[in-house]
């Protein structure tokens, strides 16, 4: 599940995947795990599991809990005890660096809206609870040259500019900043994008800013499970999208609007999705000492492991996965056929996925052969890695 390796049966997967839930659901609901169950964990496969799902200090907090503080000197306890202090560290930083980006983006007049974890960290309990490898921030697109300006200036260096719908930048010691132009991108489904086009019609203002706007906690919750949906139909999302589904429901769940909430959830197509998705975390997380895998239904289980054996940020070989099932004529199975139209895609996107990634050949369309080829040549070289597991992900579906 995500940490698989050759001396561990998918049996032993399956028991560290649920004392790790165990260990995040009595974290963010205030209870002490049992020292004896505890004991009786493989503590070193909760870890590989727990560091692939971004969810290494939340259990390690947990831990803490249950030894009373004095945690055994283990290498893969100490390891654990490391990830957290340095994700508590890196919040801390975060915090910071973040306040100058909306000081620049204030005293520049740029509306922003922050985004995911940058809302969903101070819902947890405890700081440093929710690990974020970035942060992500929508801003006025109109300001998109004025703010790369900025961040280079500032000794980032830009990983994406003006292609895809957000801006990276990456700064030492951890600072990783995307600054989105649009929540939703060209090669994102259709429905979506239309859905959050004019996305500030939806904003409210932030108090205490001139430009900073939110949305509503149910706005911010729809938002929140579309983009869950989005990596889940596409490389897979993990454990952590389930407890963060979980932690909202429990922090604001009394006072949504449910029925605003499902009206959009069905314009957006994602109503069952969210359903799956609230009811499973509700099981898993509400009440960790009394949960049972016995007590989910088969596509609970299902949907269980999918999530499990993604990791935080997906795989490779469910985004051929699905892009196979989205290819095939019954939606589900897998021909030679498929995999032969799947190739051509591969090889020969369609002018959306120029648009998204390569601008300049969408705007000189008399060269797309040409961008076809550099594409070709320039993924070959710098994504030849991926792109072995890809094809060795083809081959085995």
């Given at each position: 599940?995500?940490?698989k ?6 049996d032993?997967?399956?028991?560290a995947t649920?004392?790790?839930i165990y ?5 963010v609901?205030g209870?002490?795990p049992a020292?004896?169950r ?24 947990a831990?803490?809990d249950a ?7 283990t ?5 654990w005890?490391e ?9 801390l ?6 306040e ?18 940058i ?22 697109a109109?300001y998109q ?9 500032r ?20 600072y ?19 859905y959050y086009?004019?996305?500030?019609d ?12 939110r ?11 579309t983009?869950a949906c989005?990596h ?5 999302t ?9 932690v ?9 609007n449910r029925?605003?909430?499902?009206e959009?959830l ?11 998705l ?5 099981k ?14 088969e596509?609970a289980?299902?949907l269980?492991?999918?999530f ?5 940020y ?8 699905n ?35 390569y ?8 060269l797309?052969?040409?961008?076809y080829?550099y ?10 890695k991926?792109?072995s597991v890809e094809?060795?992900s083809?081959?085995?579906?």
């Amino acid at each position: 599940m995500s940490a698989k390796n050759s001396k561990t049966t998918p049996d032993e997967q399956r028991a560290a995947t649920y004392d790790l839930i165990y260990l995040t659901g009595c974290a963010v609901n205030g209870v002490t795990p049992a020292l004896e169950r505890v004991e009786r964990m493989d503590l070193a496969l909760v870890h590989a599991i727990s560091h692939s799902h971004s969810l290494a200090a939340i259990s390690c907090m947990a831990l803490e809990d249950a030894y009373g503080g004095k945690l055994p000197e283990t290498e893969p306890v100490q390891k654990w005890v490391e990830e957290k202090n340095q994700a508590i560290y890196k919040t801390l930083l975060f915090d910071v660096e973040r306040e100058q980006v909306l000081t620049f983006l204030e005293e520049n007049g740029i509306w922003y809206l922050p985004l995911k974890g940058i809302l969903m960290k101070d819902l947890y309990p405890k700081l440093g609870m929710r690990q974020m490898a970035d942060n992500d921030i929508l801003f006025d697109a109109a300001y998109q040259t004025q703010v790369h300006d900025w961040f280079i200036a500032r000794g980032y260096e830009a990983e994406s500019y003006q292609t895809g719908n957000h801006d990276a930048y990456h700064k030492k010691p951890v600072y990783n900043f995307e600054l989105h132009t649009a929540l939703f991108g060209a090669m994102h489904d259709p429905v979506w994008q239309a859905y959050y086009h004019n996305v500030k019609d939806r904003l409210l203002p932030q108090a205490g800013t001139k430009y900073g706007y939110r949305f509503s906690d149910e706005d911010c919750y729809i938002y929140i499970t579309t983009h869950a949906c989005k990596h889940h139909s596409g490389g897979g999302t993990g454990l952590r999208t389930l407890l963060d589904c979980y932690v909202y429901n429990q922090a604001k769940g009394d006072t949504l609007n449910r029925g605003y909430i499902q009206e959009e959830l069905g314009k957006l197509g994602i109503a069952e999705f969210e359903e799956a998705l609230r009811g499973l975390s509700q099981k898993l997380f509400a009440q960790p000492e009394q949960f049972s895998p016995a007590s989910l239904s088969e596509g609970a289980l299902e949907l269980l492991f999918g999530f499990a054996s993604s990791g935080t940020y997906g795989t490779i070989q469910n985004t051929v996965r699905n892009q196979l099932k989205g290819l095939a004529q019954d939606g589900q199975t897998i021909t030679a056929q498929t995999k032969l139209r799947y190739i051509w895609k591969r090889l020969f996107p369609d002018v959306a996925f120029f648009r998204e990634y390569y601008p300049f050949f969408y705007r000189h369309k008399w060269l797309l052969p040409v961008g076809y080829v550099y594409r070709l040549i320039y993924k070959g070289i710098t994504n030849h890695k991926k792109l072995s597991v890809e094809a060795d992900s083809l081959k085995k579906l």
